[in-house]
Every structure is written in structure tokens, then in C-alpha cells.
């Protein structure tokens, strides 16, 4: 079974960075991201990348967040710059398996932006 371990959430002031990782225990992949959730709110899209490099962002991260995948470490990343309050959540990874399309979730990490 397939596990995602997320890190590098934390509390960061407004205009901070912080970047997340995120490893897969096995399987080789065809694409991983990220997804957020803040309080009382539906899981949302941040990145994901595929593995031929195609990367898709939600509007309100881009130019601010670099996703990037280490394909020998299994391991997806997250930079996160100029953070603002409004990001704050619950930041989970994916993964979807090459070979079976299942798709794997991580258990969450937490980004609170606040001065």
C-alpha cells in the first residue's frame, strides 16, 4: 500500500516561504500534486505536475508557488512564497500510480500564514 508522508507545514508571517515535501513509500507515478483545505471549505486544486513536466496551478498561486517533483526520491515538492493569510490550510498530497491510475492521498499538512 502506498503511503504519502508529508512535511515543512508550520506558522509563517505574511510575505514568508515555507516549502513542503512530500514522499511516497513505492510506486512510480504519473503525476503528483497538491490540494488545500481551509476551514469550512471544499478541497481545492494548488499544483500538480506530471511526469513528462507539464504543470497545472490554480490562478491564485501562481507566481507565487513552484511545485517540483525529485522522481528518484519519489518525492513532490511545494515552494511557497509570498504567503498571505488566505492560504492558510490543511495541504494534502497526491499521487496517481503509473500503471493502475489509483489515485493516493497524504495525511496533511498544516500552513497557518499569520502575523
Partial sequence: QVQLVESGGGLVQPGGSLRLSCTA???IFSAMGWYRQAPGKLR???????????TNYADYVKDRFTISIDYG???VYLEMKSLKPED????YCTAQR???R???????????VSS
Fill in 25 to 27: 513509500s513505492e510506486g
Fill in 44 to 54: 481545492e486544486l494548488v499544483a500538480t505536475m506530471t511526469s513528462d513536466g507539464n
Fill in 73 to 75: 526520491k519519489k518525492t
Fill in 88 to 91: 492558510t490550510a490543511v495541504y
Fill in 98 to 100: 503509473i500503471i493502475t
Fill in 102 to 112: 489509483e489515485n493516493y492521498w497524504g495525511q496533511g499538512t498544516q500552513v497557518t
